[in-house]
Structure formats: structure tokens, C-alpha cells
């Protein structure tokens, strides 16, 4: 039987991933939507999209559009474990 503890355990899990993976999930995607260098190196550009996200526009950059990623992955992960 599916209890609520378990829909609660999967939902602070499925958060708690998203949280630590969203600084990377942005600073892809301002990596794919920034055009190519020639002759710059992948690392290159993260860490100057990092770094410009960091002094530009402080810490909460990193974590921009958690809100609807939150709201579309708990639910979907408590219907996966049901």
C-alpha cells in the first residue's frame, strides 16, 4: 500500500536533486543559447558563464526557474513510485 510517508519521501527526494542540479542545468543552458567561439574551449566558456552569472547577478542566478522545475518533477516522481 502506498502510504504518505512514501509520497513524501519521494517528493523530498526528487526536490533535493533538483536543487543541487539546477546551477548546472542553467549554466547549460546559457551554454547552449550563447553562440560558439572559435578556438575557445567548452570549459572555457562554463567557467566565464559562471563567473559572469556569479558577479552580474549574484547567487540566484544560478538557481532561476527552480519553481517549475520543482512543480513538474515531484509530482510526476509520487506517480512513478505509486
Do not use: H
Not at 510517508?5 to 523530498?12: E, N, P
Not at 544560478?62 to 509520487?78: E, L, N, S
Amino acid at each position: 500500500m502506498f502510504s504518505m510517508v512514501v509520497a513524501m519521501s519521494v517528493c523530498i527526494c526528487a526536490n533535493t536533486t533538483k536543487l543541487f542540479s539546477a546551477p548546472i542545468d542553467t549554466i547549460k543552458t546559457r551554454l547552449q543559447r550563447a553562440p560558439a567561439e572559435p578556438g575557445v574551449s567548452a570549459m572555457k566558456r562554463i567557467t566565464a558563464i559562471a563567473g559572469d552569472m556569479w558577479k552580474n547577478e549574484g547567487v540566484s542566478a544560478f538557481y532561476k526557474g527552480i519553481t517549475p522545475r520543482v512543480m513538474r518533477v515531484a509530482p510526476g516522481q509520487v506517480r512513478s513510485y505509486a
